[in-house]
């Protein structure tokens, strides 16, 4: 069973609360986004506040705020912005997108989101865990974060999400279709010449200059890749 907490090299995430614990592929999101310029950031259900903890930690100059639709997460992920070092600079918001939206919280330059993504199969039987991993009723689905973020992304923001490939080509044709089309895309293996298994887009408005990069996790032999290591060398206690 995953441990109740998870020690980063500059804060730590208690998650015995949380449906979804932290994982790998959100933490090579939350390193990986280009957060060039942040000032104002929005982390659309943040979980144990992972992402808002690594945005804050990469973009000094920022705020952040994050909203998650569990209430027993969305406690620890205050909690854990609170026993940081960045704990003036992020707000977790217990509220769904649309309850938050209601509020008119304005412009930001990035938002970040690592959706639900099991469309098509079977749901746990954990209701807090289904709603975190699939999107159906009570989670996040493509269109709602592609219509907030079309609404409420300041000139030159931009939307960064983490997908497997199927459903990163839907969201892909989605946020084309809403005025959002892919800027760039980072596609990531875990060994040298295997199949795709994430892809991490960036989406905004304007002209397409589409920037295409790829992340190998481990190396031929299994071990973590330079790539990789310089990635999260910031983050993890050890690689």
Known sequence: MPNDYFQFQQFRIDQADCAQKVSTDACLLGAAADLAGATRMLDLGTGTGLLALMAAQRAPAATIEAIEIDPAAAAQAAANAAASPWASRIQVWPLSLAAYADTRPGLFSHIICNPPFFRRSLASPDAARATARHEGAGSLTFGDIIGFAAGHLAAGGTLT??????????????????????????????????????????????????????????????AYSAAFRALLGGFYLAL
């Open 161 to 222: 999400v983490l997908l497997p490939p199927p459903e990163m080509q839907q969201f892909e044709r989605e946020a084309a279709a809403g005025g959002l089309p892919v800027q760039a895309r980072l596609t990531v293996r875990h060994r040298p010449g295997g199949r795709a298994t994430r892809c991490i887009s960036a989406f905004g408005r304007g002209a397409v200059v589409r920037r295409e990069s790829e992340l190998i996790i481990q190396d031929a032999e299994g």
